[in-house]
């Protein structure tokens, strides 16, 4: 039997940053399928990161993409830091893209387990007290 190579923490980050991109373009894929255009991937400032950007219709989205072994254990990675960077980041991208925006804003969780996406809209609205995403409702 073949001793089990250990991977660096240097070698754990890159394989868990590729995972991490493979989920965003599969979940961009899964938006275009849903008929939505995406406008913007891995949209960064100093305040935080949206992992994509879409719109069908009237609607915005702000997703935050979350690859686990199970949904739940997706859904329960997207923290209470994890939705206010997203909004933070969104107002940023509002600003410099859409200042005048009219129509709706939603802001989506895409979880992947399994190689399979779960779309949770409305996941939560940034100024809530409590953490929304994880209230249980999407399970």
Same mark, same amino acid.
């Given at each position: 039997?073949?001793?089990?190579? *250990?991977? %660096?923490? @240097?070698?754990?980050?890159?394989?868990?940053?590729?995972?991490?991109?493979?989920?965003?373009? =599969? #979940?961009?894929?899964?938006?275009?399928?849903?008929? &939505? *255009?995406?406008?913007?991937?891995?949209?960064?400032?100093?305040?935080?990161?949206?992992?994509?950007?879409?719109?069908?219709?009237?609607?915005?989205?702000?997703?935050?993409?979350?690859?686990? %072994?199970?949904?739940?254990?997706?859904?329960?990675?997207?923290?209470?830091?994890?939705?206010?960077?997203? %909004?933070? #980041?969104?107002?940023?991208?509002? #600003?410099?893209? #859409?200042?005048? &925006?009219?129509?709706?804003? *939603? &802001?989506?969780?895409?979880?992947?387990?399994?190689?399979?996406?779960?779309?949770?809209?409305?996941?939560? *609205?940034?100024?809530?007290?409590?953490?929304?995403?994880?209230?249980?409702? =999407? @399970?």
């Amino acid at each position: 039997m073949a001793a089990q190579k *250990r991977l %660096s923490a @240097f070698e754990k980050r890159q394989r868990a940053e590729r995972a991490g991109r493979r989920a965003e373009i =599969f #979940a961009a894929l899964w938006l275009m399928i849903k008929g &939505y *255009r995406v406008l913007a991937w891995r949209f960064r400032t100093q305040e935080g990161e949206v992992d994509l950007i879409a719109r069908r219709g009237s609607t915005l989205i702000f997703v935050e993409v979350k690859a686990r %072994s199970t949904h739940e254990e997706a859904i329960w990675a997207v923290t209470p830091q994890n939705e206010a960077r997203v %909004s933070e #980041a969104a107002v940023i991208w509002l #600003a410099q893209n #859409a200042p005048h &925006y009219q129509g709706n804003i *939603r &802001y989506d969780v895409i979880t992947f387990a399994k190689n399979w996406p779960k779309h949770h809209k409305d996941a939560w *609205r940034p100024g809530w007290n409590q953490h929304s995403v994880n209230q249980g409702r =999407f @399970f």
